[in-house]
């Protein structure tokens, strides 16, 4: 039979050694799968949408940036905390040419009930089967997980966003838009 002591520093260590193994994977993959490469184009998709456009495609705003943010669900706390930022900061974003797009596997009419309730003026797309958010590395199972990418106006992804923290992030692709549209 084993002390009390080891059994605790064997547990103990194989926790750090998880942590450790986690905290060292690839940059290239998320729990979501894996995210497209840096500085290379942009998987392109065309989605419904609760805009009066009925679809949207990602070469629709070829010649723009693009800020893809994708999220779990219309009115919960964390996505609605997020679109709201979004939409606050929406006027600094025009000024910058930007166009934001967020990506759920919520339906087009629930994105139409969230756009009206919280007064949203940038266009949500409705990836119900996930095939978008799986591109993107940003699909767990039935929901698409809170990863945002900065897309150039020659539709090269410049920057990506895993762990978001929605009360704080608008504000964090605003400040990485400046430094890469200052290049």
Request: net charge neutral.
């Amino acid at each position: 039979m084993i002390s009390r002591r080891t059994f605790v520093s064997t547990l103990l260590a194989s926790c750090l050694a998880i942590i450790a193994w986690f905290n060292f994977a690839p940059a290239a993959d998320a729990l979501g799968g894996k995210l497209p490469p840096l500085n290379e184009a942009a998987p392109e998709f065309t989605l419904p949408t609760n805009t009066g456009k009925g679809k949207v495609s990602l070469s629709d705003y070829r010649g723009k940036w693009v800020v893809l943010y994708f999220y779990p669900k219309d009115f919960t706390s964390g996505c609605t905390l997020e679109a709201r930022r979004f939409q606050q900061d929406l006027p600094k974003y025009l000024a910058k040419g930007v166009q934001i797009l967020g990506v759920s596997a919520d339906s087009v009419d629930s994105h139409a009930e969230f756009c009206d309730s919280e007064g949203l003026k940038f266009p949500l797309l409705a990836d119900t089967d996930g095939k978008v958010s799986k591109t993107y590395g940003s699909w767990l199972g039935f929901f698409s997980l809170r990863h945002t990418f900065i897309i150039d106006p020659q539709g090269i992804i410049r920057e990506e966003f895993t762990g978001v923290n929605p009360s704080v992030h608008s504000r964090e692709v605003l400040v990485r838009l400046s430094e890469l549209q200052a290049v």
